[in-house]
């Protein structure tokens, strides 16, 4: 069983940064691949970034170059850089781990970008 735990989203104007945190307990962290997810109001569930055990990442081709996911497996932690924000990031992220038949999800935080 694995509990995330995510933070860092806010209100912010376009062109600015934030800085997503997801903090797991409950299993050996450093063996699953983490991902951000995020959900619009009225949109399905979308992939954001995803970041493997061995740090190999993957891009939504809408966050390219202005987002960044990191993890440190020392802490148990995953992150989430996003720089240049755009109105249409506003949503709900989640934090997401997964290995294998195992899925796990946060509660998600919200993160609002005004024109």
């Known amino acids: 069983q694995v509990h995330l735990v995510e933070s860092g989203g806010g209100l912010v104007q376009a062109g600015g940064s934030l800085r997503l945190s997801c903090v797991a307990s409950?299993?050996?962290?450093?063996?699953?691949?983490m991902g951000w997810y995020r959900q619009a109001p009225g949109k399905e569930r979308e992939l954001v970034a995803t970041i493997t055990s061995s740090g190999s990442t993957n891009y939504a081709d809408s966050v390219k170059g202005r987002f960044t996911i990191s993890r440190d497996n020392a802490k148990n932690e995953v992150y989430l850089a996003m720089n240049i924000l755009k109105p249409e990031d506003t949503a709900v992220y989640y934090c997401?781990?997964?290995?294998?038949?195992?899925?796990?999800w946060g509660q998600g935080t919200q993160v609002t970008v005004s024109s």
């Open positions: 409950g299993s050996i962290f450093s063996i699953f691949r």
């Open positions: 997401h781990a997964d290995r294998f038949h195992l899925s796990y």
